[in-house]
């Protein structure tokens, strides 16, 4: 494509020839091959004004700018654009290189604090259940029809616009009609998923997460709120307020689910089991009696999120409803670790005030022994949910092993010390920093009829600290450390 083809309807001013031919957009000078332009955009970290010569040096034929003064005395070899936003000029050029691919899709998107990944991976498993083929894109990667694909792919829970935009020309080329991804509060503020053409917006939930990224509580919601206007109709949990509020806010049309009254999708839950819950779905006059492989209130309402969803695709709520019957969660979500010790052992991703309430309130329910949880909270990031989290655990641990998350740039001791803040002055507890140490100690500690939660890192296969990666799994350590047990025993 040429220059003059990609900005000729997007606000710019610019030096140099038109009729350039590009071939890709990219924001990164390190990724950049012969042919590509490159936007120069203001990051947290730096300026890619500084990467510029290295971009041109790879083959960049051409250069985007929103930096005015830069634009205005600059003197490249290539020609030069100035537009008012290049985060937002890149989903658009990216959309327009790939023919804007997803008008050609049904797009789904999905927000929340908590069950973005669960509720995209579940539309996407009733959906193939329903013989249809659907891409599911988020924090666990990339899915094709439940199978992992484009495994070199960033791990963003959002990817950046150029990479969503090729993957929608992937689900075209693949004939993959459906594409479901998630939305972060993060990835709406910085453009990621404008020009996606979203058909459904699905609201699940809104509670504290992020606050030190966006500033405050407000910023937070208002750049998940950006979604409701960028999807053409939004599906909202009725439950949650902050979630209510903006559906009553959105113009356009509104789909309700919920256990409350009012409501366009009902759940009310007869049989609340330790293995699953027997719920009945309503949608206007049609009821179905749905037993669903999963236990908690709040995994009731991610299924009814995803049966609204598909639903609203106009697929028969009868045939949904059966397939919702055989829902698996995703990797590190309620993961239990099959053991002969009598133990239940769950690994979980929970990392919010939030999501750990929800779980502890679960298990506490559905354990006859010591409910035993493993955990600390990530560095870098929202020190303020640290004592709360560290007050929910206290409220439904019987005994809490203090370790290190991802503790990035911090002291695993002093993010330890703030959680401890939110502690009963009783509870009893003990820290081993070294995450292999504590999930071993818990394991002694446990006895049959126990249950031990390890929470925060989920999925993940690596640990961060400092600015070095290890590897390190929880499911894989503890399965090992269970295989040891089992032949002691
Ligand atoms: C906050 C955020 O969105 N950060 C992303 C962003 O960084 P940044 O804007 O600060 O960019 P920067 O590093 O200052 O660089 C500025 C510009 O110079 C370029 N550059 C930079 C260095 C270089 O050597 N050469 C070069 O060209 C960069 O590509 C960029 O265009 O652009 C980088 C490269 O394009 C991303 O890798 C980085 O995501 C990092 C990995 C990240 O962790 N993002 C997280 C916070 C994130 O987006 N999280 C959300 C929410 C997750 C959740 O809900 O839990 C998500 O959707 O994943
Ligand atoms: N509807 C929900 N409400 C509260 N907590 C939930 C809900 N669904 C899942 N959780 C909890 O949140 C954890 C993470 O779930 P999931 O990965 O689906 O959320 P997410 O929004 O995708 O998170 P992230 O964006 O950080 O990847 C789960 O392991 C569970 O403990």
């Known amino acids: 494509m040429q220059i003059g083809e990609l900005i000729k309807d997007w606000p710019c001013t610019m030096k140099g020839s038109i009729r350039v031919e590009i071939n ?135 990817l950046q616009a150029k990479n969503i935009h090729f993957l929608f020309s992937e689900a075209i080329r693949l004939d993959i009609p459906y594409v479901i991804l998630e939305a972060s509060s993060i990835g709406l503020e910085k453009h990621r998923l404008d020009y996606c053409d979203i058909d459904l917006g699905i609201f699940l939930n809104v509670t504290e997460d992020h606050i030190e990224d966006h500033g405050s509580f407000e910023r937070y919601k208002m750049s998940k709120q950006i979604l409701a206007t960028l999807a053409k109709r939004n599906i909202i949990n009725s439950d949650d307020s902050v979630c209510r509020s903006i559906g009553l806010a959105t113009k356009g049309k509104r789909i309700f689910f919920g256990k409350g009254s009012h409501v366009d999708y009902f759940l009310q839950t007869l049989v609340d089991g330790p293995s699953s819950t027997t719920c009945c779905i309503q949608h206007k006059k049609e009821k179905h009696i749905v037993n669903i492989p999963l236990v908690g209130d709040y995994q009731c309402s991610n299924v009814l999120a995803a049966i609204t969803c598909v639903n609203q695709l106009d697929f028969p709520l009868v045939d949904i409803c059966n397939a919702a019957q055989k829902l698996l969660l995703p990797e590190g979500r309620f993961e239990r670790v099959e053991n002969q010790l009598g133990i239940s052992i769950i690994v979980d991703y929970a990392h919010t005030p939030d999501a750990m309430k929800m779980i502890l309130q679960t298990l506490k329910k559905h354990t006859t022994g010591r409910l035993i949880v493993v955990f600390s909270c990530g560095g870098n990031r929202d020190r303020a949910k640290r004592p709360k989290m560290g007050m929910i655990a206290s409220i439904y641990a019987d005994y809490i092993i203090l370790t290190t998350d991802n503790a990035r740039d911090e002291s695993p001791q002093l993010i330890n010390k703030q959680i401890r803040q939110g502690f009963s002055s009783t509870q009893s507890y003990i820290e081993r920093l070294n995450r292999k140490e504590a999930i071993e100690h818990a394991l002694n500690y446990a006895e049959a009829g126990d249950t031990i939660v390890l929470l925060g890192k989920g999925h993940e296969k690596t640990q961060q600290i400092g600015d070095k990666q290890k590897y390190f799994s929880d499911k894989v350590f503890v399965q090992e450390m269970v295989k040891q047990l089992e032949k002691r025993v």
């Not at 490159?38 to 730096?46: E, P």
């Not at 290049?86 to 050609?104: D, R, T, V």
């Not at 992992?148 to 791990?155: A, I």
Request: net charge negative.
């Open 24 to 158: 890709r957009v990219e924001d990164n000078a390190n990724h950049i091959l012969p042919g590509d332009i490159f936007i120069a955009r203001k990051g947290n970290k730096s300026s890619g004004i500084s990467f510029i010569d290295s971009a041109l040096e790879k083959g960049a034929v051409a250069v985007v700018v929103d930096d005015e003064a830069y634009f205005n005395t600059s003197e490249l070899s290539v020609p030069i654009i100035w537009v008012p936003n290049c985060l937002s000029f890149i989903a658009y050029a990216s959309a327009k290189m790939h023919n804007f691919p997803a008008e050609a899709l049904k797009v789904i998107a999905v927000t929340g604090t908590n069950g973005k990944t669960t509720v995209t991976h579940f539309i996407g498993q009733i959906l193939n259940n329903l013989n249809n083929r659907a891409m599911v894109i988020g924090t666990n990667g990339v899915f094709i029809d439940g199978e992992k694909y484009y495994p070199d792919m960033e791990s963003l829970t959002t």
